[in-house]
């Protein structure tokens, strides 16, 4: 009977691991959090911000100077292609306009926002903490007539949907260079770029040294 026992835990062990994994498996560099979307989003502009958010998708999910930005599980995560990998944004990082989303476009709000006017930014010096608001104090202070125009949006990747969505980051990078010409404007953004294309030169460097070394 013993012996018995032994095997079938031996048995039913991968299975209760495979089933830990669901919903958030890893990704390096990248991350894949528990959002799935099977096509490109219906981004509709949030007005009077430079920002999109889709109102048919039941996540915290906004498009802002070239990426796409996702509140989840109390973290901000990034990802140039609509379906990730995401990456997650320290939050003294995170875009002004960003934080400036008022709470009635957040299509799943954490349950600290109940109370907060629908209208208004979250408020998250309040949430977290005195260090954050004083290194991020005048992030709610901008001239509402001075709003900078809206990013273009990506929607050459509305081509890529199930199969043809490419997980891989360095084929997202390469096709996002041939397809989107936008400048970002954010330091975050452009950081964002700048890690993916050193990362890609990096690569295409490692696999150039490679072929010398096999050809000597």
């Known amino acids: 009977m013993r012996h018995l026992l032994i095997v079938l835990s031996m048995l039913f062990l991968p299975l209760a691991s495979a089933h830990a994994d669901v919903g958030f498996a890893y990704s390096a560099?990248?991350?894949?959090?528990?959002?799935?979307?099977?096509?490109y989003p219906r981004l509709v502009r949030i007005p009077g911000y430079p920002v999109y958010y889709d109102?048919?998708?039941?996540?915290?999910?906004f498009f802002y100077d070239g990426l796409y930005w996702v509140f989840y599980d109390d973290r901000w995560y990034a990802s140039s292609w609509y379906n990730g990998p995401w990456r997650l944004v320290d939050i003294y990082d995170v875009p002004a306009f960003?934080?400036?989303?008022?709470v009635r476009y957040y299509r799943r709000p954490p349950?600290?926002?109940r109370g907060w006017r629908r209208d208004a930014s979250p408020r998250w010096g309040e949430?977290?903490?005195r260090e954050w608001?004083?290194?991020r104090g005048d992030w709610d202070h901008w001239n509402r007539r001075s709003v900078p125009a809206a990013a273009p949006l990506p929607?050459?990747?509305r081509h890529y949907r199930g199969r043809r969505y490419p997980a891989n980051e360095e084929r997202q990078h390469a096709i996002r260079?041939?397809?989107?010409?936008?400048?970002?404007?954010?330091?975050?953004?452009?950081r964002y770029d700048e890690k993916r294309r050193g990362r890609q030169d990096g690569e295409r460097q490692d696999r150039h040294e490679e072929h010398r070394r096999d050809h000597r």
Not at 29 to 39: D, T
Not at 55 to 61: F, G, K, L, Q, T
Not at 98 to 102: A, E, M
Not at 177 to 190: H, N
């Open 29 to 39: 560099p990248g991350v894949r959090i528990g959002i799935n979307l099977p096509a």
């Open 55 to 61: 109102p048919y998708v039941r996540e915290n999910y």
């Open 98 to 102: 960003i934080l400036r989303i008022p």
């Open 111 to 113: 349950v600290y926002f």
């Open 127 to 129: 949430h977290w903490g």
């Open 133 to 135: 608001e004083r290194r």
């Open 155 to 157: 929607s050459y990747q």
């Open 177 to 190: 260079s041939e397809r989107y010409r936008y400048q970002p404007r954010e330091p975050v953004t452009r």
